[in-house]
């Protein structure tokens, strides 16, 4: 049995990018925080779903900032903000997820002697780019995380990368599988006969790799049961996004749709037959886990975020990445399945998003760490 995060009650304030990657990504652990008699505290930029944050129980404060760009002012704000938040409400922990989250809540919690465990969701964008941005970002880290911090990652290769480049130790490195997925909210949907629909879930940045599942989608333009769908919204005012413009050209595709994103994608992955990954690197694909709990089969390029998560012939296959030869020979190689074999897969999706990453399994994990 779970003992509680520790014997007394605390102030924990969680720092995050946003209030929707707070609410979709770490909703049932303030829930969890909260029951175990804890005052919670968000931080994180302010949108639509502040209120249902609320709700939960917790206090929401809203930083103004950034996380896919610097802008020195408002960073520089948010710095002090926390600093006089940290002063006045002496937090006993912060949990801090995502990049500059990470970075700006280290630097504050270490100056001011706060206790913080660190969430690495994912290396993101400067560990993609160019060689600069790489030594730029493991600077960063570097300065920002002390000896002290814990922290946790959501696959054992960014740990590995973490150690090598001296950001982190291995006592104080620790791996829990992504952040989990409600499989009660998620549920099983049985695998339609009719079409095979391929689906892409996810931002539209080149660097989650939506342009190459589009290219691919023209090879098999001429097989009418072959449908490929994308879910995600469009990104003009972002330098590597997928532009309105580009995919309004595409609606003359008749095997190509585009859909907006909506608050609860369930509808569309239960409409599908397979939902395929591109992505450059992730740190545990969310999409992944709550299309494995709805049982579609998984198509993924072998990135470390999806090896735990996908596995060949067990519950979908693995293509090399940014390889469209090798993500069009896979698609082929489904396609050819029978549709047993396809209900097989669908069924082992679900028998992984039960057993492996069911929310309150990692939410228990991640407390254990953090205790």
Known sequence: MLMTLINRR??????????????????????????NKHKVYIIAKEDKNVKKIKKLGCKFININFENDSFNFLKDFMAFVKICLLI??????????????????????????????????????????????????????????ISDNNKIIFHNHEDKKIFIKEGISKSFNSFVVLGSGVDTSYFKFSKLSKKKNIFLFVGRLLWNKGVMQFIEVSNYFKDKESVLFYVLGECTDNIKNG?????????????????????????????????VVSTSYREGASKVLLESASIGRPLISSNISGAKNIVF????????????????????????????TKKQKMSKNSRFLAIHKFDEQRIINKYLEIIK
């Open 10 to 35: 605390m102030k924990i304030f969680i720092f995050s990018k946003s209030s929707w990657n707070v609410y979709n990504f770490r909703k049932n652990l303030i829930k969890k925080l909260i029951n």
């Open 87 to 144: 002063k006045n409400l002496k937090p006993d922990l912060f949990l801090n997820f995502n990049i500059k989250p990470v970075i700006i809540g280290s630097i504050i919690c270490n100056l001011m002697n706060i206790k913080v465990v660190n969430t690495i969701t994912g290396l993101g964008n400067s560990f993609l780019g160019s060689l600069f941005l790489k030594k730029i970002a493991i600077f960063l880290y570097k300065f920002a």
């Open 242 to 274: 997928i532009t309105r413009n580009y995919l309004n050209n595409l609606k003359q595709k008749h095997n190509f749709k585009y859909f907006k994103f909506r608050g609860d994608i369930r509808p569309i992955i239960k409409k599908s037959t397979c």
């Open 312 to 339: 060949n012939n067990f519950n979908g296959y693995t293509f090399s990445l940014k390889n469209n030869l090798s993500l069009k020979n896979t698609i082929k190689k489904f396609l050819k399945l029978s549709f």
